[in-house]
């Protein structure tokens, strides 16, 4: 006789404990075999956003040659010989402070960014920069194209930056390059700051010129600039693909981040690029107030920096890169030779 006793035919049979850790293990390791990939294109969407504000604070520049025949330039055209006076009679650094019309080059070329009415409603460049409340709200703004998108600072406002007596004030990823010299805070005077970064081998009948990289700078943009009158591609010796214009910054490792600033929106080649980036303590006061080892360049791009050539083109930049290559890329009339 054939048993005929039930079975459950087709019943579905559940996952061990073992083969759901095996499974979940599996999925571990695709998420950590996708999750660089994924990184690495965001960042490479950031990177190519930034090296189109780059380009267009570059065109900007251009625009303003043709039209004014000089770049843009910092300080203040009706007391260029301001402030920083260390005695009674001193010329000064014509650079700092609010009580001036010591506007950056960023802010003079706002009209060149189809930015003419902000210009305007702050009264650049005549305006002191503490004038009336639209000026003061002006200073306050943010601009999307001066933001890097891999720049992590925020809030894009502070009320923090330096010699600026605390008006509140948008800061910047980019900023004009100083030059490759460095080492004193004081025109015409002697050196008031020693820094390890000052230049070395520099002729002494002219060192002060050589070493005052802050109101004599050997690039194309620095604070008070203006006093030198024009700056021109004819200047540019060493050709305008061989010379930085703009770099980047991040404003949260350095109090002198300031976008219509003259005293924030310029840095220097003589430091090192990316100074501050993962040291221990690097965002203290004491840190981003030290302005002889951060009035530089840093960017949050794996590896380096980029910076804009005075001919519009973007180089990036390795962290790593020699100092002196670093140097002879920002000057304008070195007279360097600088490999690819």
């Known amino acids: 006789m054939k048993w ?64 004014h025949q000089t770049f843009p330039r910092n300080g203040s055209a009706s007391d260029p010989l301001s402030s920083h006076a260390q005695i009674p009679g001193d010329r000064g650094t014509g650079c700092c402070g609010p009580g001036a019309p010591h506007w950056s080059w960023i802010a003079r070329a706002l009209p060149f960014i189809e930015q003419s009415n902000v210009y305007n409603d702050a009264g650049v460049p005549t305006n002191n920069l503490n004038a009336n409340a639209q000026t003061l709200a002006v200073l306050a703004m943010a601009p999307g194209f001066l933001a890097c998108p891999s720049d992590e600072t925020s809030p894009r406002t502070r009320t923090t930056s330096a010699d600026l007596g605390g008006i509140t004030v948008g800061v910047t990823s980019y900023k004009g390059v100083s030059g490759g010299n460095w080492g004193a805070d004081y025109y015409p005077g002697s050196v008031a700051v020693s820094t390890p970064y000052s230049n070395a081998n520099v002729n002494e009948s002219n060192a002060l010129d050589a070493r005052n990289g802050l109101e004599i700078g050997d690039g194309l943009l620095w604070r008070a600039d203006i006093r030198r009158g024009p700056m021109r591609f004819s200047d540019i010796l060493d050709g305008s693909s061989n010379t930085f214009l703009i770099g980047e910054d991040i404003p949260k490792f350095i109090n002198w981040n300031a976008w219509p600033y003259t005293n924030g929106a310029v840095g220097t080649c003589a430091i090192p690029p990316n100074i501050g980036i993962g040291e221990p303590q690097s965002t203290t006061l004491a840190q981003v107030g030290n302005w002889p080892e951060r009035y530089s360049f840093r960017s949050r791009h794996p590896g380096g920096l980029q910076f804009a050539n005075a001919d519009g083109s973007v180089r990036f930049v390795r962290s790593n890169i020699a100092l002196l290559t670093y140097r002879a890329l920002a000057t304008r009339g070195g007279g360097e030779t600088v490999a690819e």
């Not at 390791?29 to 570059?58: D, F, G």
């Open 4 to 67: 005929t006793g039930s079975t459950r035919q087709g019943a579905s049979r559940a996952f061990t404990l073992v083969e759901l850790l095996v499974v979940i293990a599996i999925i571990g390791i695709l998420v950590a075999l996708l999750l660089p990939a994924v990184q690495s294109a965001r960042e490479s969407a950031r990177r190519t956003k930034c090296v189109n504000n780059l380009k267009q604070l570059a065109l900007a520049c251009h625009n303003h040659h043709d039209v």
